[in-house]
């Protein structure tokens, strides 16, 4: 989770589970350093099952919207996704156990009206 001030629904879904079985790390799939000590921070780096859902969306006509909009825009869905995904894939493959879910929006297969 990027910002641990916005836990608490997420503690409240939680409920006994956490401290027990799930714990809540910080972590920016933008910053390669916070993703490995995310990753380091898990004992024994030991990462069963990994959920790719961070994203941002944008929207508006192609014309208005700054590149370094979009760029934040896929370094979040897609490279952020990335990053993860190297960094606990070579220990999953040691033990030979793991799984990897990446979640998407529907926003790239459905068109919005004045978006192009």
Known sequence: MRDLKRKDRLLEAAGDTYGKTLALQTLDVCDVESVKQC???????????????????????????????MKKVFDTNFFGAVRVI??????MKRRRAGHIIVMSSVMGLQGTRQCA
């Open 39 to 69: 990753v380091d921070s898990v004992k024994d780096r030991r990462v069963d099952v990994l959920i790719n859902n961070a994203g941002i969306g944008l929207l508006g006509p192609l014309e208005s919207i700054k590149m370094e909009d």
């Open 86 to 91: 190297k960094e606990v894939m070579p220990d």
